[in-house]
């Protein structure tokens, strides 16, 4: 290979690319409304998940108000209860973190950190929005049809989902099984945007593995997304079958109220599988955005680069692989043959393995760093204290004998909350805190954001700590009430209202964090177009929030990673991706580019 | 590039931008076709989801296999004409000739049509014989999985007519070029999964 050192390499013209033509909007309904710009479409999506997720919320102050004060509010009896739990669970899983994640910050990030104009089908990308929120809409709809939502809870176990006794079980549970299809339809348009852009999409000089582990973390989530999703998609199909044709997929024989129905023959535990095929990959489809942009935060907000950039890749896409050979480690209870729990212990604690490297590698990267502790830090460092948490009793719920008899106890409804609830949120708290200046223009409040942060922080494990607790005593998960039991303290009611007032309390900060978001749009301090210095492209824009083709006239051109910060003789603590190495004082860098190969 | 030495790569140390400008250029794929290679595989998903669900329930005492009907067989030779047809139309394509895409799509396009209504009529026949969705769960099975096959390739006709309509209009071979291919592949990918579904249907 010829010696080329770096002073060539900064002298080659960009290559002359044809850019593709862009969509502009002519009027101010394609603009904001019909609108295929992938910064609108994320902005659109955002604020209809956060808008169901409040409904979320609210719904699981009522359950909490029930479970701390039983029969104290005549207005919540047990069907309210149930479709309460059930809502919860469906919407804040899937209507709100699926699509903030990926509708949101996909649609937003995905285009600018790669550096293209827009997402490469924008006509795909607004119908994607608009389906999912017809999907929303159509859940909310179940709320006032006759009999209500769906109470089967939100793992929509048959037969009990489409049986008279279960709340909601006529028209309920069909919108229910509608909303899914349907989000699962428009988020499959949302999907292929987001892999192919990434995978087309990317700017002269961007290289996968100069991707910030952002992208890379949306970019595998997606794909787990459109594996797994189908999976719900066929026990939607077939359970509405069920309910509207009379099939018996998954209906057993069986008597409802004294009469013997029609159906025969069916399994409920097939469509577990087909549940739990969708269901565990779910969790890292929330996981692995959460992940990446973790690493990112960390990164920026101790000004060094992230440890083991290659490893957190290779971990994002071995947990992506492994996360569909565990599904049944839900299913430990169901009955199946031992031999499988074996199987699917084994494949749930392998994951810990990369999970475990990805947690050293975020701890290195803090060792010796220079850490700001601003607000997206914050949330970082609790999101790693969080998941650590929620992780470890996840490896006690992945033996089959330390599971059987946890399973159903609030022990897994205080697992699942800190890993796949309050981790991925804390995360999602971060990053608007970290991006919010640049999609807005103005800083966000910082006296209110540190009352969030704390409240919710805090809030939070007084919430899920004790309800461990509760769990080893035995307290089961999803009963209305358990009123007197042998093995159940009268202390452990006492616990459970104390759980209920801190839920109240948590949920207030949301209502200050969201007061914050709309107070700083207008008084917030102006922000500048990269407050926190960074150097990935997004904070490289012209403007700020980026305009229509995010970035003027030539797309920037990419000559490093995304973590070159506080490089050994460079003038400033960071260099931009798109900073050539000509511009560059100082260099720590020793090997240049392979010039061609061949 | 190679996906091995794509993620190998040590991005840390490397800096600068390709030194042979004609390296990245452009993507080596167009986007259309990723996004159909993308597509495919969520659709993979689907349909192996389905099937393994087939294959569970399969193992129940109450599954009784259905009889095949003969008009399957003729409907296949009309999706295999079909899929010919449209790769016809590619290579037509290829070879620049507007006459051979027009005909190829069309002929694509009808023989897809005459898949579809082959089947209603088995649809119609079976459900004349007897064989509701509700009499057996091979008989639900074999309805779901026809009509979810059937809305597939009706999606695939829309694409089809706003090609055969671009087709028409432009006298550029060049420019319809692509969506032809993508037909073609979407047809072959669809008519493989009619023949997997067969194959499972006669086998049971």
Not at chain 1, 198 to 221: E, K
Not at chain 1, 421 to 430: E, K, Q, T, Y
Not at chain 1, 472 to 497: C, H, K, N, W
Not at chain 2, 133 to 152: C, K, Q, R
Request: with cysteine.
């Amino acid at each position: 290979m010829a010696d080329v050192t770096n002073r060539d390499i900064d002298y080659v013209a960009p290559a002359e690319v044809e850019e593709e033509e862009l969509y502009h909007a002519h009027s101010w309904i394609t603009k904001y409304v019909f609108s295929q710009d992938a910064k609108v479409i994320a902005i659109q999506y955002s604020l209809t998940a956060i808008a169901i997720g409040l409904v979320g919320l609210v719904l699981s102050w009522l359950m909490r108000l029930q479970l701390g004060f039983p029969d104290y509010f005549s207005f919540i009896d047990a069907e309210h209860y149930y479709q309460f739990i059930t809502m919860h669970g469906m919407i804040m899983v899937v209507y709100l973190l699926t699509a903030l994640f990926l509708g949101g910050f996909g649609n937003y990030f995905i285009p600018l950190m790669v550096g293209a104009r827009d997402m490469v089908f924008p006509y795909v990308n607004m119908l994607s929005f608009w389906i999912y929120l017809i999907a929303v809409l159509v859940l909310v709809a179940s709320f006032f049809v006759e009999g209500g939502p769906t109470g089967a809870g939100w793992t929509l176990y048959p037969p009990q989902t489409i049986l008279s006794g279960t709340p909601g079980s006529d028209g309920g549970i069909v919108l229910m099984l509608v909303s899914l299809a349907l989000f699962i339809v428009g988020f499959t348009m949302g999907g292929l945007n987001y892999v192919v852009t990434v995978l087309q999409g990317r700017t002269r000089g961007m290289t996968m593995m100069r991707l910030p582990l952002t992208v890379w973390g949306i970019f595998i989530a997606t794909i787990l997304a459109l594996l797994a999703f189908p999976a719900l998609f066929v026990g939607a199909i077939m359970m509405l079958f069920d309910k509207l044709l009379g099939t018996s997929f998954f209906m057993p024989a069986i008597v409802e109220l004294g009469e013997q129905l029609s159906y025969g023959g069916g399994s409920p535990l097939l469509f577990q599988h087909l549940f739990w095929f969708f269901g565990h990959p779910e969790v890292y489809i929330v996981a692995l955005p959460a992940f990446g942009i973790v690493s990112d935060l960390i990164s920026v907000h101790a000004r060094k680069n992230i440890f083991g950039y290659r490893m957190m890749v290779w971990a994002l896409v071995a947990i992506g692989g492994l996360s569909f050979i565990v599904w049944a480690h839900h299913m430990y209870v169901s009955g199946m043959n031992p031999y499988f729990g074996f199987f699917f212990a084994t494949t749930t604690l392998i994951i810990a393995i990369p999970t475990a490297l990805k947690v050293y590698n975020w701890v290195l990267t803090l060792w010796q760093g220079d850490i700001h502790l601003t607000l997206p830090m914050l949330f970082a460092l609790a999101f790693i204290v969080t998941f650590v948490n929620g992780g470890i009793t996840g490896l006690f719920l992945g033996n089959v004998v330390v599971d059987v008899p946890l399973s159903d106890t609030m022990f897994v409804v205080a697992h699942f909350h800190m890993v796949m609830g309050v981790a991925p949120l804390l995360v999602i708290f971060g990053s608007i805190y970290h991006w919010y200046p640049k999609i807005t223009g103005r800083m966000l409040n910082e006296g209110m954001g540190q009352f969030h942060f704390w409240v919710t922080f805090l809030g939070a494990y007084a919430i899920f700590f004790p309800m461990h607790y509760l769990g080893f005593l035995g307290v089961p998960r999803r009963y209305y009430e358990i009123g007197e039991t042998m093995f159940v303290p009268d202390s452990a009611q006492t616990l459970s209202a104390f759980i209920t007032v801190m839920t109240l309390i948590v949920g207030f900060s949301q209502v200050v964090f969201l007061f914050n978001l709309v107070w700083s749009l207008f008084h917030g301090e102006k922000a500048d177009p990269n407050p926190w210095r960074a150097t990935t492209l997004e904070w490289q824009t012209p403007e700020t929030p980026p305009g229509h083709g995010n970035f003027g006239k030539a797309l920037p051109i990419v000559y490093r990673w995304a973590y070159d910060y506080s490089v050994p003789g460079a003038k400033e603590d960071f260099i931009p991706q798109n900073m050539p190495p000509s511009k560059v004082s100082g260099k720590k860098k020793t090997k240049p580019r392979r010039a061609k190969r061949k | 590039m190679g996906l091995f030495q794509q993620l190998t790569e040590k991005s840390w140390i490397e800096e600068g931008v390709e030194a042979d400008p004609r390296e990245r250029a452009a993507p080596a794929h167009a986007n259309g076709k990723v996004g159909l290679w993308v597509f495919l595989g969520t659709i993979s998903s689907l349909f192996m989801l389905f099937l393994s669900a087939n294959y569970v329930r399969m193992g129940y005492p109450d599954w009784k296999p259905m009889s095949e009907h003969g008009l399957l067989w003729f409907n296949t030779g009309l999706l295999v004409v079909s899929s010919l047809a449209m790769q016809w139309a590619v290579t037509a394509a290829r070879r620049r000739k507007l006459n051979g895409v027009r005909n190829g799509l069309a002929l694509g396009g009808i023989f897809a049509f005459a898949f579809l209504a082959g089947q209603l009529l088995v649809w119609r026949d079976l459900v004349d014989q007897g064989h509701y969705i509700t009499t057996n769960p091979a008989n639900a099975f074999y309805y779901v999985l026809t009509a979810l096959h059937g809305l597939h390739l009706s999606g695939g006709l829309v694409a089809w007519a706003r090609t055969f309509a671009r087709a028409w209009r432009d006298h550029n071979v060049f420019d319809v070029r692509l969506s032809v291919e993508l037909c073609a592949i979407y047809w072959h990918y669809l008519l493989g999964v009619w023949i997997v579904l067969f194959a499972v249907l006669l086998i049971t």
